[in-house]
T-cell receptor
C-alpha cells in the first residue's frame, strides 16, 4: 500500500531549530515534497527532493534518503508565523499523484 | 495575479444529493488536480487533468467525476453524496503535467453533507 508517517505534533520556541521527520512506503516513488498549511488555509509548497541529499531554501531545508525511505524538513530561526501543519507528500511515478502524510502540527512558543 | 480560485467556498448538501465544485487555475497553468482533505488528515488525490485529458485517478468510487474545459478550468462532480464525503476539496494547478514544484493549491471548498 501507500503510507507515510510523521509525528503528529512538535513544539518549539521562537528562534529554535526543529526537524520534522517523514518515512514512506510508496510504490513508484519519484520524490518527496513538503507543504505548509495554516488553519483554514491552502497547502503551500515548501520544497521538493527528487534526489538524495539536502535542499536549502532560506530558513527551510529538506533532506531525502531513498535507501532509507526517509526524509525530513528542517526549520531554522523559528518564528511565530511558522505555527502550522506540515505535510510530507510522496510523488508517485512521473506525474502529479501525490500521497500525503497525516501532517505534523508545529506550535512555536514565545 | 490571481491564484487558484475555487467556488463555492462553503456548501451544505443532503445525503443522496449531487454537487459540483469549480476551480479556475492560475493563468497559464494547464494542469489541474483535485484532492479531498478530511479534517485532521492530509489531502488525498482524486484526479489530475491536463489539456482536458485525465492524467491520473486516485482510489475514489465512480461517484466522483471531473472534467477540464478549454480554458483549463475544471469541475469536480460528486453524485449520491454520503456523510463521509464531508471534507475540504482542494484544487491545485501547475504549468505542466509533470512538475512537482510550483504546484499551487486553492483555498478549497468546504463541503458538509447532512
Amino acid at each position: 500500500g501507500q503510507s507515510l508517517e510523521q509525528p503528529s505534533e512538535v513544539t518549539a520556541v521562537e528562534g529554535a531549530i526543529v526537524q520534522i521527520n517523514c518515512t514512506y512506503q510508496t510504490s513508484g516513488f519519484y520524490g518527496l515534497s513538503w507543504y505548509q498549511q495554516h488553519d483554514g488555509g491552502a497547502p503551500t509548497f515548501l520544497s521538493y527532493n527528487a534526489l538524495d541529499g539536502l535542499e536549502e531554501t532560506g530558513r527551510f531545508s529538506s533532506f531525502l534518503s531513498r535507501s532509507d525511505s526517509y526524509g525530513y524538513l528542517l526549520l531554522q530561526e523559528l518564528q511565530m508565523k511558522d505555527s502550522a501543519s506540515y505535510f510530507c507528500a510522496a510523488r508517485r511515478n512521473y506525474g502529479q499523484n501525490f500521497v500525503f502524510g497525516p501532517g505534523t502540527r508545529l506550535s512555536v512558543l514565545p | 495575479d490571481a491564484g487558484v480560485t475555487q467556488s463555492p467556498t462553503h456548501l451544505i448538501k443532503t445525503r443522496g444529493q449531487q454537487v459540483t465544485l469549480r476551480c479556475s487555475p492560475i493563468s497559464g497553468h494547464k494542469s489541474v488536480s483535485w484532492y479531498q482533505q478530511v479534517l485532521g488528515q492530509g489531502p488525498q488525490f482524486i484526479f489530475q487533468y491536463y489539456e482536458k485529458e485525465e492524467r491520473g485517478r486516485g482510489n475514489f468510487p465512480d461517484r466522483f467525476s471531473a472534467r477540464q474545459f478549454p480554458n483549463y478550468s475544471s469541475e469536480l462532480n460528486v453524485n449520491a453524496l454520503l456523510l463521509g464525503d464531508s471534507a475540504l476539496y482542494l484544487c491545485a494547478s501547475s504549468s505542466e503535467a509533470d512538475r512537482a514544484d510550483g504546484y499551487t493549491f486553492g483555498s478549497g471548498t468546504r463541503l458538509t453533507v447532512v
